[in-house]
């Protein structure tokens, strides 16, 4: 089947805009795992990070420990206290507290914010958080010191407390005879925890913790006062103290939608630290979060949240328009020489099967065509008619008035069989003034040789070309399938020969064809 210029426009449009529409998913889904990877990347970083000064932090927590748990003035004061009264444990508290205030402040300076002693009934001591405070005794004990208490080992991990929310790391402690005389804790403070694993690239950074967990340890006052209710999540606070007070004020506002929530939501129900990304002012932001666990490991209270500029993604994003652009071009450019080719095709194809004057078949398409038709003819049981006509008189209009007379002529006769052909029906110029009329699924042949009466009539009639009155006659031979001939050859050999008896006939008339013409 012959396409047409329609059809393959059609077809490659919709080609197309399917190559184009796939493409741009698969850069976007390259793009996207691209981003998912990175994100990962930054997420599994900053748990490097963390896992090193977690590290770093507890390596001077064990060289601390151990210095108290070896220091004889220490061991033999907690000693002291086992049987002493309030009076007694109050002056051996400020007696134990002038021998270590020098070394706390030392401490202080290397980022340790809170020394604190603690007895085997899970009550405390002892507690130094601020070098030029004397200590006190809180009541507040944490799940870390009851767990040294309780198993006599060394315990840690993130923890809020009164005044302060931080890494903690508690130290069983034994005088020489291996007699336990409870712990010393020793803390880091928030802050210290974001500024080890900060860098320059960090637009914003604080700490959330779980509201439950927050509510039932620290007092309500600082609890106003320290802790704000986090945009990201209902169930978690922000300690204020940790916050990097972001210099982009608006980003909140932007982030503050129900797909970041949700997107949040999923994180955090993950148990794992995931990593967001956003575009700000057409910079990448990624925001990164990192889960603390509690100290006895059974659920995350808290998450490490980082806001870091990324040109990485900002190079992504880049790369994903250049390839987008590229893509496109490279398409339209294969689109247009697509267009390019049918046109030619179908310049080439009207070449070399269309009459160029009267835009019928030519000799070429009609053969293919009858050809055709005989082929479903004989599927189906059809008849056809082949006519064969040729203009009577037509030399002498070119003689009289001219070639373009003659063209114009052509044209009027190629239009008036046309009119009188079905929709099925074919007509065709074979050159000249011989034009060849395919008939098919035709009843008998006095229909074929009927309608070859009424274009002879149409022909006959006078015509005003270039105001000049011109008329002509035809002369027209046919011939039957299956009834003359089964053979496309011979089909045409006896049309073509009853046109020619016509005209020995005296011109204007149809023949149908008869075997005795047949010599």
């Known amino acids: 089947m012959i396409q047409t210029k329609k059809q393959k426009i059609i077809f490659h449009s919709i080609l ?58 220490v061991i033999k004061l907690l000693s002291l206290v086992q049987n002493a009264d309030k009076t007694e444990q109050a002056e051996l508290r400020r007696t134990l507290y002038k021998k270590l205030i020098k070394n706390y402040k030392r401490l202080n300076h290397m980022g340790i914010t809170q020394v604190h002693f603690h007895l085997p009934n899970n009550k405390s001591f002892l507690r130094m958080y601020k070098p030029e405070v004397f200590g006190d005794n809180v009541t507040d004990i944490k799940d870390a010191v009851v767990l040294t208490n309780q198993t006599k080992t060394m315990h840690s991990g993130f923890e809020t407390c009164l005044f302060m929310a931080g890494l903690r790391f508690v130290y069983p402690l034994f005088n020489a005879k291996k007699e336990y005389l409870g712990c010393v804790e020793i803390a880091y403070s928030t802050q210290e925890l974001l500024k080890s694993i900060q860098d320059d690239f960090v637009h914003d950074s604080h700490i959330l913790i779980s509201k439950d967990i927050a509510a039932g340890t620290i007092v309500q006052k600082e609890l106003d006062y320290d802790y704000k209710q986090s945009w990201e999540d209902a169930d978690y606070l922000i300690e204020t103290s940790t916050h990097k007070k972001i210099g982009k004020k608006d980003l909140y506002a932007k982030l503050d939608t129900p797909k970041v929530h949700d997107a949040i939501k999923k994180g955090i129900a993950s148990k794992k630290p995931f990593s967001l990304a956003t575009e700000y002012n057409y910079h990448n932001i990624i925001m990164t979060y990192l889960p603390l666990q509690s100290t006895t490991k059974t659920r995350n209270i808290a998450y490490i949240v980082v806001y870091t500029e990324s040109d990485y993604l900002s190079n992504l994003q880049l790369q994903y328009n250049y390839i987008l652009i590229l893509f496109i071009s490279v398409l339209a450019l294969l689109y247009l020489f697509g267009f390019y080719v049918i046109f030619s095709q179908a310049k080439l194809k009207e070449l070399a099967l269309y009459d160029s004057l009267t835009k019928l078949p030519n000799r070429a398409l009609f053969k293919i065509e009858l050809n055709n038709e005989i082929n479903r003819a004989m599927r189906y049981e059809h008849n056809i008619a082949l006519l064969f006509l040729d203009l009577d008189g037509f030399k002498a209009v070119n003689d009289t008035y001219g070639h373009h007379t003659g063209d114009e002529l052509l044209i009027f006769v190629a239009k008036t069989i046309t009119s009188r052909l079905r ?41 005003i070309l270039n105001h000049e009155v011109i008329q002509v006659g035809a002369s027209i031979g046919v011939s039957m399938y299956p009834k003359h001939s089964k053979d496309i050859d011979d089909l045409i050999k006896y049309a073509d020969k009853m046109m020619y008896i016509s005209k020995e006939n005296g011109k204007n008339q149809v023949t149908l064809y008869k075997e005795e013409y047949n010599v």
């Open 423 to 463: 929709k099925n029906d074919m007509v065709s110029r074979l050159g000249g003034d011989e034009f060849t009329i395919i008939l098919n699924d035709i009843g008998t042949p006095q229909q074929a040789v009927e309608l070859a009466e009424h274009i002879i009539k149409d022909i006959n009639k006078e015509i």
């Open 16 to 73: 197309f805009s399917t190559i184009l529409y796939l493409g741009i998913l698969a850069i976007e889904a390259f793009k996207n795992s691209k981003k998912e990877y990175y994100l990962n990347v930054q997420s599994q970083l900053l748990a490097v990070k963390y896992k090193t000064s977690y590290k770093y932090f507890k390596i001077m927590a064990d060289d601390i420990a151990l210095m108290y748990g070896t220091n004889k003035n």
